[in-house]
Every structure is written in structure tokens, then in C-alpha cells.
């Protein structure tokens, strides 16, 4: 039975589900959008009797997006969007993708947008189901990332199902995000949606690249478009990114070329590829140290200039700083005592130059405080970082002579031998502790990179996962090896937003590898389920330490400051994850998961990463519960 007779019969209830089979005939060969009521229905019963409703048409416009998924835990009030891209999209740009929480929906769109570079679309019930999803809307609009949420809501307060509905409908339905996005709108007909999903998609594409909410009314989804209607969809034309202005550009070109000790700070600098590309380019024309916060993948882990570990003294002898959208310029020049009183210091020398050039600078909310601290700067360019190198390059390039070029490659010599040192201490740190049990986070860190160097892998999980160990010692060296931070640190980000970034590798065949941690998986463990039931490939390791560690340091912080010490009994209240343990092998087997442990003696580790990246690699999810120390 096609999809529009089986709701005219549907519709009917009992009286047209025992209609005799000539007259369910008669209602399959009725001209669609006739209006005639259909023969076999009880007297008085409104039928639909086969005209699209508005949602097939908010359908044609998300697909003429290019949107491939939409992620979203099922709800009434989209219940006409969700039926027609079933049956009238065919579940195809966009397939639907059964979360078990909204801030799962969100976090997988966050991951999923940093390796595929577009959005991906979710689907939010009502009042109750965005309140599930801000905070990971929060993390998004923190992160820069777009996010392309539509949220189902009833306006019409007479057309209310009594009940349920009343709690779930409301009249500003985006007004409790509306201090973390770029923009919302809640259209009445559907033109009004057509422009409107365009532009929602542009904006937020538009550096700096943020969240938007598209509200969209059930009447208006499940309604018949009425017969006559002219209905068309706005061509989309994405804006592009702001430059530097031209003048700022070449000053300072100037300042950089002149500058005997640059050094070039990095967040979120690459959006895409090429940002990565000019970043390096750059870089490596001025021969200039890199303090790489890792917001994205800015610029290769093992490069000589990649001074990371290194930054107190390249800070303090500074003479010229370039920040590209850094998320928090001051804290990166500043350091910070948390005591009793609180002060800080700058880690710079007096005179020193200070540019920044951040998209960040054209958009700012003031509730929420995500912009960090104000910073005096000498110069400041309010563009899209990635989209002024190249005219930045170029005005390098004309000013620097033979003798600066000179000075650039004897500044560059000094800097890859400090490269290979720093490199060397690492690798020997990483060794101690490395038969402990529980398992050292350096171990992890290395026993994953001898099975994962030559393959084609992806790191899904936050740049500081494992106390970082994964940054010192692997090569990232592509842009999908890294989706940089959560953006606001929002726990309950790291899984679901892995799963996303590895639903976008999945068509590449590439080995998606996630650091779980365990106090943030059981924030929405149901994530499990979903990548496992859209057979979605990924290796989680979990850094299981069995608490909230950041917490467990904050208390003792606090107990030191007032002379009250603690004892090791004391110190696990409200902070551990014990009595009992979690079994996160047996919680991920549950959700269709291949795993193992919980593992304890670090010489079981290589063979079971061995075991589960064979699972992987097969097409299907794999878990490894790893007891770690703590950091």
C-alpha cells in the first residue's frame, strides 16, 4: 500500500481498516488532491485524501541544502517531517538518525561538521527537547561550529492536543538558546521557509560560524499545501568570508618580516584544509615558532617550527605576537594563580606587538561570557583568519630581502634543533610508569600509535584527551587527524561527537579512534546504540579512572587552601566513580558492541587494541574499558 493511501485509510480508524477491498481500491486510483472523501470511511471522519502536506516541501528545500543527515530523538511535534523524509525522501539526503538524547543529536551534528567541513541537520521536540539539547548547542556556539537545528513546536494554541502538547508548545519557542546562536526564526507559511532554511544555512556558514534554529510549526508541516499554490526555493549562494583589510594586511606583514624572535599563535586558524596549507606556508616562509592551541588541525604535531610544549620562553622574548583566531588571546600571554586571592602576570616583555586577526571580533553575545578577557592589542583585524593568508603571504613574501630571508633560515636551524630535543624528553617521559597498573595515559597513547602510524586513522575525540599524550607523540600531519576541543568543555560532548566525526569518516574508510572518557560517556551512554545501529565504525578506548578527576584536584585545591587536609576516604565523596565499578565492556556489549575488559595490566593492551581494530575495520564498533591512572 503506497504511502498516501495508507494514511487515507490510517485516518479512517476501525471503520476504514474493515472497508471492503473494492473500495480501498477505489481510494488508490482517486485522483490525488481531489478532496473527494474516501469511500469505505466512517461518516463524519476527516481524511487525508492524498494532497502533499507542507513537510514534503520543507523537505525539497533541506535537500536542495545538501544536508546528508539529520540526527534527532523522535517527537511528535516534527512527526509531519519525520514521516516525509521516510517515505517521500526515500530516508536519503537526509537520512534519519535515531539518537537517544537530544544532546547526543547536537553533539553528533558539533563532530560531524569538523571532518566534513557542512552541516548536518537535527531534529528537536518542543520545549523538552531543547532544554535536552542546549548544552550541546552551547559547546557548538562555543566552538564555532554550525549547527542546523530545526525544532518542532505548535503555535496555534486552538490547534493544541490537549495534554502533553500544551507543556511542549511554546510561543518564542528558540528563546532559551537565543544567547548561544547566531540566529533563529520561526516562519508562518511556506515561502517564509523556504527563505528562511536558506538563510538560516548561510548564516551559519558565515564566519564566525555558529549555531542557527529554525522553528518549525507543526500546523504548517502536517497541513496540505493547497491546490494552485506557487511554491519555489531561494538559490543558496554562500557569503564569502571577510578579509583583512588590505592596509592592516601590510603593516603587518611588515611587523612579522621585521621581527627577529615572532612567534604565531594558533586556535582555531584552519577551517578547513586549506587553512592548514597557508598556516604552514606561512610559517614556514618566516621561519617562526608555532604555539599550536589545537582548536582545530592548524598545523603538523612533528614540524620543526611546532613549538607547543615549549612556549614560556619563545612568549617571553617575543617581539612580535600574531594570534589567529585564538579563543583566548589573554590567557595565552597571561598566567593565571589560582590561590586564595587570585593574580596574574604577563608572560611577555614589556613593548612587545600584539596582532590579532579573528572572525570572532565581528560577533559577540553578552550574557554569555565565551569571549574571554579583553586584551589591549596594537593591532586588530576583525576578518576570517583562513581567508586572509593568502593576501598576508603574499605582502610577506614582497618585503622580506636577502638578508631577512637569511635571518628567517638561521632562526629556523635553532628552532627544529629545539624541535628534536623537546621531541626526545617527551619520549622519555612517556616511559615512566610504563609497566604501573592501572594502565599509564602515556602508554595508551603509544601502544595505539605502533598499531595505528600506517594506516589511514582519524583522532575523534578532544585535543586533550590523555593528558595530551596523543599530541606529543603521534604525527598529526592531516587535517581529519584532529577535531580539535568541545568548545564550552561541556561534559557529555566526547562521545557522541565522535560518533559524528565518525559517521563523516566512515565513507573514506578511515579508522576513527575515540579517548572516551568515563564520567562523560554516562552523561547520554545511549550513543552506544547509535553507532552501533547505523553501523557506524569506531574504536573507543576508555580512559577510565573512576572519577571525575578535574573535580577530584579542585577539592584538594580547596582543602589545601584552608589548611583542613584530606584523607583518601574523604577525597571520594561526590567525586569517584566506584562502588561499584562500571563494566563498560558489558554496558557497550548491551548496545551491539564488540568489547573488551575492563583491562588493568598494560601488557594486555597492544593485543586487545590488535582484536578491536580488526573489528573496526570490518565495518562495526569495538570498545576497550581501560583502567588508567588518573591523568
Known amino acids: 500500500m503506497g504511502r498516501r493511501n495508507f494514511m487515507k485509510v490510517a485516518a479512517g480508524g476501525a471503520a476504514a481498516l474493515v472497508a471492503t477491498a473494492q473500495a480501498a481500491n477505489a481510494q488508490q486510483s482517486g485522483s490525488a488532491g481531489s478532496g473527494a472523501a474516501a469511500e469505505g470511511v466512517a ?81 528537536a521536540h518542543g520545549t523538552v527537547g531543547l532544554q535536552h539539547a542546549s548544552m550541546a548547542v552551547y559547546n557548538a556556539f562555543a566552538d564555532r561550529v554550525p549547527v542546523y537545528l530545526i525544532l518542532g513546536n505548535t503555535f496555534d494554541a486552538t490547534q493544541r492536543r490537549p ?21 533563529d526564526d520561526m516562519p508562518v507559511s511556506l515561502p517564509h521557509f523556504a527563505e528562511s532554511a536558506v538563510r538560516a544555512y548561510k548564516i551559519a556558514m558565515t564566519p564566525p ?56 599563535i594558533v586556535d582555531r586558524v584552519a577551517r578547513t584544509e586549506a587553512g592548514k596549507k597557508y598556516f604552514t606556508e606561512l610559517a614556514e616562509f618566516l621561519q617562526a615558532p608555532v604555539i599550536d592551541r589545537a582548536g582545530r588541525m592548524n598545523f603538523p604535531t612533528r614540524h620543526p617550527l611546532n613549538q607547543s610544549d615549549g612556549s614560556g620562553a619563545l612568549l617571553a622574548n617575543a617581539d612580535v605576537i600574531l594570534g589567529l583566531e585564538l579563543g583566548d588571546y589573554w590567557g595565552n600571554i597571561n598566567s593565571m594563580r589560582d590561590q586564595m586571592y587570585r593574580t596574574s602576570r604577563p608572560l611577555t616583555k614589556p613593548g612587545v ?128 587527524h584532529c577535531i580539535g576541543g568541545s568548545g564550552a568543555a561541556g561534559v557529555g560532548y566526547g562521545s557522541p561527537a565522535a560518533v559524528g566525526a565518525a559517521l563523516a569518516n566512515r565513507k573514506h574508510g578511515r579508522l576513527s579512534i575515540n579517548i572516551q572518557h568515563d564520567g562523560d560517556l554516562m552523561y547520554a551512554p545511549g550513543v552506544l546504540w547509535t553507532a552501533a545501529h547505523h553501523r557506524i565504525p569506531i574504536l573507543n578506548i576508555m580512559h577510565n579512572n573512576r572519577a571525575y578527576h578535574a573535580e577530584v584536584m579542585h577539592l584538594q585545591r580547596m582543602a589545601n587552601r584552608y589548611n583542613r587536609g584530606i584523607s583518601s576516604e574523604s577525597i571520594n565523596i561526590g567525586t569517584t566513580i566506584d562502588n561499584p565499578n562500571i563494566d563498560y565492556a558489558k554496558l557497550a556489549q548491551s548496545m551491539g558492541w564488540y568489547a573488551e575488559g575492563p583491562i588493568s595490566d598494560p601488557n594486555d593492551l597492544g593485543p586487545a587494541i590488535r582484536r578491536a581494530i580488526a573489528v573496526v575495520e570490518r565495518g562495526e564498533p569495538a570498545l576497550l574499558d581501560v583502567v588508567t591512572q588518573p591523568r
Open 43 to 123: 461518516e463524519g471522519v476527516e481524511v487525508l485524501t492524498g494532497e502533499r502536506p507542507g513537510a514534503d516541501f520543507m523537505l525539497d528545500v533541506l535537500k536542495s541544502l545538501d544536508i546528508e543527515y539529520i540526527t534527532s530523538n523522535p517527537g511528535s511535534s516534527f512527526r509531519g517531517l519525520q514521516e516525509s523524509i521516510i517515505n517521500y525522501g526515500g530516508n536519503r539526503n537526509p537520512e534519519f538518525l535515531t539518537c537517544c538524547h537530544e544532546e547526543s543529536s547536537v553533539a553528533m551534528a558539533h563532530g560531524y561538521f569538523k571532518i566534513e567541513g557542512k552541516p548536518m541537520g537535527v531534529l
Open 163 to 183: 495534554g502533553a502538547e500544551w507543556a511542549h508548545s511554546v510561543q518564542d519557542a528558540a528563546a532559551m538558546v537565543r544567547d548561544y546562536t547566531k540566529w
Open 209 to 264: 560560524m555558529m549555531p542557527v534554529v529554525l522553528v518549525a510549526d507543526s500546523d504548517l508541516q502536517e497541513k496540505p499545501i493547497a491546490k494552485g499554490t506557487k511554491l519555489r526555493i531561494p538559490k543558496l549562494t554562500l557569503t564569502s568570508p571577510p578579509q583583512g583589510d588590505s592596509g592592516a594586511v601590510a603593516e603587518v606583514a611588515r611587523l612579522l618580516v621585521e621581527a627577529e624572535n615572532p612567534v604565531l
Open 353 to 480: 606587538k600584539l596582532i590579532s586577526i579573528t572572525a570572532q571580533a565581528l560577533f559577540s553575545r553578552s550574557n554569555y561570557q565565551d569571549f574571554q578577557r579583553f586584551l589591549e592589542v596594537d593591532l586588530a583585524l576583525a576578518a576570517d583568519a583562513e581567508a586572509t593568508l593568502p593576501s598576508l603571504i603574499e605582502a610577506v613574501k614582497r618585503l622580506a630581502n636577502g638578508d631577512r630571508k637569511r635571518a628567517f633560515q638561521d632562526r629556523g636551524a635553532k628552532l627544529a634543533k629545539a624541535r628534536q630535543q623537546a621531541l626526545e624528553r617527551v619520549r622519555t617521559n612517556a616511559t615512566y610508569g610504563w609497566n604501573a597498573s592501572p594502565v599509564s595515559t602515556a602508554r595508551i597513547a603509544a601502544e595505539l600509535w605502533a598499531q595505528i602510524k600506517n594506516k589511514d586513522w582519524s583522532l575523534v575525540s578532544r585535543s586533550g584527551s590523555l593528558s595530551g599524550w596523543a599530541r606529543r607523540l603521534w604525527s598529526f600531519e592531516k587535517y581529519y
